[in-house]
């Protein structure tokens, strides 16, 4: 969250307040009021209102400014302030772009002839713009890179342009991906392989499905100073899920510490009946804090205990409601769901419009099939501001109510 402002979240029954969330249900009453909303839309974009950075903003504001029919003029002309700001801008400006703006492309190519801070945009746009908007950029590129004090460090699209890149040593990670599980074991049970195999061997084993066999494994897989795990080792445990919680009792009471965290997070994740009253009561803490940051890992922990939770729902509901920090809101929905999914619907639906992928994901998936469900399900397919998982799912969706309907 930045800090220049003093961050005051507006009420959250308030147009105002929903958008500064990114809830769906701004989004839905903004293209309702189109008059009274285009200040706060505007707003959204220059200041950053996102509780932490892993919040997403920018298809969700990009969206509004197309759907409200907004000028553009006013985001290309924040271009010009400071960095943060600039980089704000410019996410909304490239996804207009890809929806048919011809000022919002001209506007930041614009930028980058003549802007401060345009080694970070034509690095963005070249990113995710077609090659053939930006291409004709190179002899700019090349006149403009000589006022820097410092070469760029990305690779694209300098080398592109035949522009010098800092010197950096690089050496591609081997791909595993073709060795069988019992090969990627064989080189995490190796003692000779190197730290740097067995990172690589984990990797290759997050990217398919959970093998019971790493389990005996995982004492061994501390990096060599004995004070933490292998990267990508606590990732591997998670996904196997229930399956681990036997040697996570062990493991919990082991004179590691890395180890014995890592078997308390797992008997934590999946707790017993017993554990209820102490999850509600973090969660009722939590709420009574406003700690926005966190809850997400309680909720999906009560979620787990399905029915026998009720109590938590409260909290669960509230939290989905209020939180500014929507990275974690599609976990409350889930958790909800999995105790009980009756009077979820008006959810499922404003999560189509949510900012967060994720949530709107969980929309496309559950949404009753009304008409507004299916028109902005069909919408999502089509759009070229949305994610590639967002239209594939959308899409997959789609055929699967025309699949009933013609059955």
Request: proline residues 7%; charged residues 25%.
């Amino acid at each position: 969250m930045s800090g220049e402002y003093e961050m005051s979240y507006a009420c959250l029954d308030s147009v105002e307040g929903l958008l500064q969330r990114g809830r769906g249900l701004g989004a839905v009453r903004a293209l309702q009021g189109p008059q009274g909303a285009a200040v706060f839309v505007y707003d959204g974009i220059r200041r950053d209102w996102r509780w932490d950075a892993t919040d997403d903003r920018a298809p969700y504001l990009a969206s509004l400014v197309r759907g409200l029919e907004l000028s553009p003029t006013p985001v290309i002309g924040q271009l010009a302030e400071d960095e943060e700001s600039c980089s704000r801008a410019c996410e909304v400006l490239e996804l207009l772009a890809l929806a048919g703006s011809d000022e919002a492309r001209e506007g930041l190519r614009t930028y980058i002839r003549e802007g401060k801070h345009w080694v970070r945009v034509l690095e963005s746009v070249s990113a995710g713009w077609p090659t053939v908007w930006w291409d004709d950029l190179g002899d700019v590129a090349r006149a403009r890179i000589g006022e820097k004090a410092e070469l760029p460090w990305y690779f694209e699209p300098w080398t592109r342009f035949g522009i010098e890149v800092q010197t950096r040593p690089f050496v591609p990670r081997p791909c595993l991906a073709g060795l069988s599980d019992d090969e990627l074991l064989a080189l995490l049970t190796g003692s000779t392989a190197e730290g740097n195999v067995k990172v690589d061997a984990l990797r290759a084993l997050n990217g398919r499905e959970p093998v019971e066999e790493l389990i005996p494994l995982v004492p061994s897989l501390g990096t060599p100073d004995g004070r933490r795990p292998l990267p990508l080792l606590t990732r591997a445990v998670e996904r196997l899920g229930a399956l681990a919680i036997p040697a996570a009792r062990g493991w919990a009471q082991d004179g590691r510490p890395w180890l014995a965290q890592l078997g308390a997070n797992v008997l934590a994740d999946h707790p017993g009946p017993e554990a209820l009253p102490g999850l509600v009561e973090e969660l009722a803490q939590q709420w009574a804090a406003r700690a926005w940051c966190g809850p997400q890992r309680t909720a999906q922990r009560v979620g787990r205990l399905g029915t026998d939770a009720a109590g938590a729902v409260p909290y669960l509901r509230r939290f989905w409601l209020h939180t500014p920090h929507s990275y974690e809101r599609a976990a409350y929905l889930e958790a909800l769901a999995a105790i009980d999914r009756s009077g979820l619907d008006y959810a499922y639906t404003e999560s189509l419009w949510d900012c967060e992928e994720t949530a709107r994901l969980v929309g496309i998936a559950s949404a009753p099939a009304g008409p507004e469900a299916l028109e902005r399900i069909a919408a999502l397919r089509d759009d070229p501001m949305e994610t590639p998982e967002v239209r594939a799912a959308a899409a997959a969706r789609q055929a699967s109510i025309t699949n009933s309907v013609s059955v």
